[in-house]
């Protein structure tokens, strides 16, 4: 097929009439309307930066891009230990293997929505009963202050989310050649010698690639932010993506929340090319 | 044998932890069988009695037949077009080898840079405008969130394909889309079954884009599912059911199809 022939054109239109109209339109309709007074439907004045400049000043936005962050940084830490430890525990060749893996895989099946209302149940009634049961205090009045929230919703993501690095991990180990590990073996490499000098450099790959993908989740989380906590109490487990939404279909602040949304935009592609410049780097350097 | 006990001790590891994992799963389905005073008494033990009451009326109340079968529409119609689209768009991206084609591929892949919040506002607005904040507008708007990632794949899986499929047609008298429809795309079958797992699971569970768009009589499971627990607050025992369920056909689904589900989406990740 050639740039002039009809066909080509014609087996891309719909992916480009969709993309077109559902991405590309209304993201740059949106950007110029973060400028105007835009309230939805019309716009009749032009306010600069006005938008821009009110929300770095805007409390409730600058504290929900904090808990935005500390809440990756800590789920993405933690992601990337559990899923790559489950991997190389379901990669042992247990006769329990298989199920191991179905059962951490099983919660990435079901909606965030959903699990959050579950984790909603755990935190509330089932956490007060144990800690009744056992007396720790601190299993009591879990999702009722901002530091539980926030441990409540690091929780429920590594319960979900666990299961799905895990299966990127097992990928990159799989890759890895018995015969290396075998020859380390003979050698008489100690386990922790063979994980620390053949899987781990084999399996760094594994690393960017669930890094920047759990970091990128993790600022886009709105679903279970709005099951588990609603970003009570008081709007003090807010998360950006709930911050944005409650800006304008609650507000009704259209233009607003869309200054909101595209400074969102370059936080979230800023992650993103991060994560393009380290694979062409570590291409180039292989 | 230092192998053979570290290997025991891993695997009781393992089942402490499918254990853990499960245990969500537990206490919903044991507490949904209980009455609200049993879930008060405590959370952790058996139901008295195996009563199915609270899933009849959690059923009910959900009209989870109506909501199912609006999943199902949504989905089903919404994963066939972006396969359909996509394929055909990975085909002929890849058998041009041109800059236009080039750069073509490049858009739809820095697309997938652009996250949802940062277009919802404009787009439900657009959609507004045009009199399409309904059931065929969403599934036109996930064929513009979904596309990307499937032209994506479908381009990669192309490279596997020869050339000399399309010659060969040709010469028989074949146009573009019968090449296209009839040598092709049955070639393209495993990429087209993980786009298909990769595309069900992310619609099948989407809450934010159909609660902008879709009203209540067309809500998804999610989305009933969001107005049934805004209504039982405090009634566990509903909740709960109404949880279990929303996540039955899922459930089944997965075990059912698991294998192919883990390898498309491990494919999927990995690319």
Same mark, same amino acid.
């Given at each position: 097929?050639?740039?002039?022939?009809?066909?080509?054109?014609?087996?891309?239109?719909?992916?480009?009439?969709?993309?077109?109209?559902?991405?590309?339109? #209304?993201?740059?309709?949106?950007?110029?309307?973060?400028?105007?007074?835009?309230?939805?439907?019309?716009?009749?004045?032009?306010?600069?930066?006005?938008?821009?400049?009110?929300?770095?000043q805007d409390q409730a936005f600058l504290s929900s891009i904090w808990f935005t962050i500390k809440f990756a940084f800590v789920t993405v830490?933690?992601?990337?230990?559990?899923?790559?430890?489950?991997?190389?525990?379901?990669?042992?060749?247990?006769?329990?293997?298989?199920?191991?893996?179905?059962?951490?895989?099983?919660?990435?099946?079901?909606?965030?929505?959903?699990?959050?209302?579950?984790?909603?149940?755990?935190?509330?009634?089932?956490?007060?009963?144990?800690?009744?049961?056992?007396?720790?205090?601190?299993?009591?009045?879990?999702?009722?202050?901002?530091?539980?929230?926030?441990?409540?919703?690091?929780?429920?993501?590594?319960?979900?989310?666990?299961?799905?690095?895990?299966?990127?991990?097992?990928?990159?180990?799989?890759?890895?050649?018995?015969?290396?590990?075998?020859?380390?073996?003979?050698?008489?490499?100690?386990?922790?010698?063979?994980?620390?000098?053949?899987?781990?450099?084999?399996?760094?790959?594994?690393?960017?690639?669930?890094?920047?993908?759990?970091?990128?989740?993790?600022?886009?989380?709105?679903?279970?932010?709005?099951?588990?906590?609603?970003?009570?109490?008081?709007?003090?487990?807010?998360?950006?993506?709930?911050?944005?939404?409650?800006?304008?279909?609650? +507000?009704?602040?259209?233009?607003?929340?869309?200054?909101?949304?595209?400074?969102?935009?370059?936080?979230?592609?800023?992650?993103?090319?991060?994560?393009?410049?380290?694979?062409?780097?570590?291409?180039?350097?292989? | 044998?230092?192998?053979?006990?570290?290997?025991?001790?891993?695997?009781?590891?393992?089942?402490?932890?499918?254990?853990?994992?499960?245990?969500?799963?537990?206490?919903?389905?044991?507490? +949904?069988?209980?009455?609200?005073?049993?879930?008060?008494?405590?959370?952790?033990?058996?139901?008295?009695?195996?009563?199915?009451?609270?899933?009849?009326?959690?059923?009910?109340?959900?009209?989870?037949?109506?909501?199912?079968?609006?999943?199902?529409?949504?989905?089903?119609?919404?994963?066939?077009?972006?396969?359909?689209?996509?394929?055909?768009?990975?085909?002929?991206?890849?058998?041009?080898?041109?800059?236009?084609?080039?750069?073509?591929?490049?858009?739809?892949?820095?697309?997938?840079?652009?996250?949802?919040?940062?277009?919802?506002?404009?787009?439900?607005?657009?959609?507004?405008?045009?009199?399409?904040?309904?059931?065929?507008?969403?599934?036109?708007?996930?064929?513009?969130?979904?596309?990307?990632?499937?032209?994506?794949?479908?381009?990669?899986?192309?490279?596997?394909?020869?050339?000399?499929?399309?010659?060969?047609?040709?010469?028989?008298?074949?146009?573009?889309?019968?090449?296209?429809?009839?040598?092709?795309?049955?070639?393209?079958?495993?990429?087209?079954?993980?786009?298909?797992?990769?595309?069900?699971?992310?619609?099948?569970?989407?809450?934010?884009?159909?609660?902008?768009?879709?009203?209540?009589?067309?809500?998804?499971? #999610?989305?009933?599912?969001?107005?049934?627990?805004?209504?039982?607050?405090?009634?566990?025992?509903?909740?709960?059911?109404?949880?279990?369920?929303?996540?039955?056909?899922?459930?089944?689904?997965?075990?059912? +199809?698991?294998?192919?589900?883990?390898?498309?989406?491990?494919?999927?990740?990995?690319?």
């Amino acid at each position: 097929m050639r740039n002039r022939d009809v066909s080509f054109w014609l087996f891309l239109t719909p992916v480009l009439l969709g993309l077109g109209l559902v991405v590309i339109v #209304p993201l740059i309709y949106g950007t110029y309307y973060s400028f105007t007074d835009w309230n939805g439907l019309s716009a009749n004045e032009f306010v600069g930066f006005d938008h821009y400049v009110r929300l770095f000043q805007d409390q409730a936005f600058l504290s929900s891009i904090w808990f935005t962050i500390k809440f990756a940084f800590v789920t993405v830490i933690l992601l990337n230990i559990i899923g790559l430890g489950l991997a190389l525990l379901v990669t042992q060749k247990l006769k329990t293997s298989n199920l191991l893996r179905t059962i951490f895989f099983m919660p990435n099946m079901i909606g965030g929505l959903i699990l959050g209302f579950i984790w909603q149940f755990i935190f509330i009634s089932v956490f007060s009963d144990i800690g009744e049961a056992l007396g720790i205090e601190a299993l009591q009045g879990w999702l009722s202050t901002t530091n539980t929230g926030f441990w409540g919703l690091v929780i429920l993501t590594l319960w979900q989310m666990s299961g799905y690095i895990m299966i990127i991990y097992i990928a990159y180990l799989q890759n890895i050649p018995g015969e290396l590990i075998e020859a380390a073996k003979i050698d008489g490499a100690s386990s922790w010698q063979r994980f620390k000098s053949i899987t781990f450099p084999l399996v760094a790959p594994a690393f960017t690639v669930s890094l920047f993908l759990t970091l990128s989740n993790s600022f886009k989380i709105y679903d279970q932010n709005l099951s588990l906590t609603n970003g009570g109490p008081y709007e003090s487990t807010q998360m950006v993506a709930m911050e944005i939404v409650k800006t304008a279909f609650s +507000a009704n602040e259209m233009a607003y929340g869309q200054a909101k949304a595209v400074v969102f935009f370059f936080i979230v592609a800023a992650i993103a090319l991060t994560q393009v410049y380290y694979n062409k780097k570590r291409e180039v350097d292989l | 044998m230092e192998s053979k006990s570290t290997k025991y001790i891993l695997g009781i590891v393992g089942i402490l932890l499918g254990l853990l994992w499960l245990s969500p799963f537990y206490l919903m389905l044991v507490n +949904a069988f209980k009455s609200k005073k049993e879930i008060f008494m405590g959370v952790l033990g058996l139901p008295e009695a195996w009563s199915f009451d609270n899933f009849v009326e959690a059923f009910i109340d959900l009209n989870f037949v109506n909501s199912l079968w609006n999943s199902v529409l949504i989905t089903v119609i919404s994963v066939l077009i972006i396969i359909l689209f996509s394929s055909m768009a990975g085909y002929a991206l890849s058998r041009n080898k041109s800059k236009v084609s080039a750069a073509v591929l490049m858009l739809f892949v820095a697309a997938m840079l652009i996250p949802f919040q940062s277009v919802m506002i404009p787009l439900v607005s657009l959609f507004g405008q045009a009199d399409m904040l309904n059931q065929a507008g969403l599934i036109f708007m996930y064929l513009g969130f979904g596309s990307s990632l499937s032209i994506f794949l479908y381009h990669g899986a192309m490279t596997g394909v020869s050339v000399s499929l399309d010659e060969a047609a040709l010469i028989d008298g074949a146009n573009k889309f019968q090449t296209f429809w009839h040598i092709i795309f049955p070639l393209l079958k495993p990429i087209s079954v993980t786009v298909a797992i990769l595309n069900i699971i992310w619609i099948w569970n989407d809450y934010l884009l159909p609660s902008l768009i879709l009203s209540e009589e067309s809500a998804t499971i #999610p989305l009933k599912m969001f107005y049934f627990f805004g209504q039982y607050t405090k009634q566990w025992h509903l909740a709960l059911a109404g949880l279990t369920i929303a996540i039955i056909p899922v459930i089944v689904a997965y075990f059912f +199809a698991q294998k192919q589900i883990i390898e498309g989406v491990s494919e999927g990740a990995v690319k």
